[in-house]
Every structure is written in C-alpha cells, then in structure tokens.
C-alpha cells in the first residue's frame, strides 16, 4: 500500500495518506463544531477586526453575518474575517462565532489577529485541536519551544493529534538541542511504518547534521512511498552528499512514479540540474511545516478547500520566505 507524503506539487496527483484519511472527517467537523460555552468579551477588546476600506458594514448581527458567509463562499476571506470580526465584537459571548472568526482570521492571514482571538478561546477549550497545532505551530516559528511544547503536551493524541503531536514535540525539541530525544519521539513513531514518520527522521537528522543516520531513514522512507517533493528532496540529500548515481536514479524514476502529474518530468529534470546545494531544511519550524502542509494537502485532495486554505496558511506563518 502506498503511504505518502503529501506536498503542494504533488496534490492532484497522490492519493491521500492513510493515517491522514481516517482523522479527515473528525478534523472537518472539528474545525466547525467549537465546545466552548462562554468568552469573555473584556478579552475581545484587544482583538477589534482589521477592516477592509470600503465594505459596507451592517448595524445588524444578521446582516454582518450573512456578508461573511456570502463572502467565505466567494473565497474573499478578508472581508468574510471582517464581517465575522464584527459578529464577534457585538456578541462576545457566542463562542460559535468566535470560533468561526478565528478560522477566517488564518484563512485571511492577519495571523497575529488569529493568535489573540486563539488565547480567548483556548481559556474556555484549552483542548482544542486547531487552536493548540496554530499556537504550537506559531510558538515554533517565532524559536519559542518550551511554549510549543506546553501546547503540544496540552494537544489530545486522537484526531489530526495523532499525527501532528509526535512530529511537531520531535522539532521542538530539536531546536531546544534535545536531539537524542527527538529522535526517540519519531523512532517510537515510526513503528507504524509510514512514511511520513520516516522521512521526518530523516530530515532531523540532515538537518542536526548526522547524514549516516539520515541516509538511513530516507533510504528506508523511499521503499514505503512518498510524495513527488519529498523525493525531490531526498535526491538533492543524495547528490548534495556526494552520491550522485542515487540521486539521479531517484529523478529518473519520478516521471513514471507520477504519471499524472504533468510536471513530474519536467520538474525532476529542473531539480536534477539546479538540485543538491543546501540541506532539506534550515531550522525546525520548517521541519514542523512538512507535518502541518500534510494535513492541508489531505484536506485539498478531500475538496475541504477551506479547511485546506487554513493550514496551508498556518504554513505560510512557519516558512515566510
């Protein structure tokens, strides 16, 4: 059975993960259905929405909400986060909407917007999956890791959790210098035998600088299937360390390997010439970014297209050049 892992140039191409597949529909749902009963709107206060010049703002909760709505269907998430904002700020105390707000403000990306509104809810839902892997996810990106490891302890170990939980405790680590650890979070991980755990040891280990272990992981990574870009990755590992017949056999077979994919040829050929220069990632928010971009990737090939808009901006945050 093919396991893979799952990145923006191989979308339409892949089938989806088979860990990923079976949370997908819990983590739809989750990103709708918020538990929370009250917030507290002297927390709002500090969190007023960025409005768009010119948009007709209604003096009607009804109004306003409808606006959102209509505006989220037309993929014009700025004004749907402003309009939902604006929901908010009048009934603070609707957590549904408060949730709902949080969601358009990553979709928008006005990121710092999602993390205050992310602090009111989590005092009310302090285990909420999308709000602790988005808090993690930025505490990783601005090198804070003792506070990502604190929400990643908070995060429950089902769901989306499952997976994210172990890849993202294993980069916190690393970039707290707790390489030996990390590495035993992904190896007790890897028993599944996936792929994604795989090459995740891999990249932890190319990127702490131990390529013998690495070239171990992603040799056995290669055997269990693995999306386009990480191959990619794996033959620039390979020729950047000298073993340039690997390299170039790993190329050579990605065209057949997807088919589908129109680029797939012309893309390993590119990578082929220009690949090989610099180490797979350059610190552990981009290692982290690799699990995050699995699940909106799942999300897309699901056509969970919004579900997907929010985690592929949760990884904007973490890779911003």
Known sequence: MRKSHTKATAVASQKPDTLLQALCGAVIIAAIVFCA??????????????????????????????????????????????????????????????????????????????????????????????????????????????????????????GFGDYTKPLLTAWAMAGKGRIDEAREVLDAASVREDATFLFHIGLLNEWAGDDKAAEKAYTAAMSEGLSMHSALLIADFFRRTGKVEISDKIHSGIGEMFSANPFAGPTATLNSAQGGKLRSVSSPAEGAAFAVFDIASLLYERKAYDSAQIYANIVNMMTPQ
Do not use: C
């Open 37 to 158: 009963t009250h917030a507290r709107s002297e927390d709002l206060k500090i969190a007023e929405p960025v409005t768009e010049a010119g948009l007709p703002i209604s003096h009607s909760l009804s109004g306003n909400y409808l606006s959102g709505r209509y505006a989220q269907r037309q993929q014009d998430w700025r004004a749907a986060q402003t309009y939902m904002g604006e929901v908010v700020l009048r009934d603070a105390d609707n957590s549904t909407m408060l949730q709902r707000a949080f969601l358009l403000s990553i979709g928008a990306g006005r990121i710092d917007h999602a993390r205050t509104l992310a602090k009111v809810i989590l005092k009310e839902a302090p285990d909420s999956e999308i709000m602790l892997i988005f808090m993690a996810s930025a505490a990783l990106s601005d090198a804070n890791y003792d506070e990502a490891l604190a929400h990643l302890e908070a995060l429950p170990s089902d």
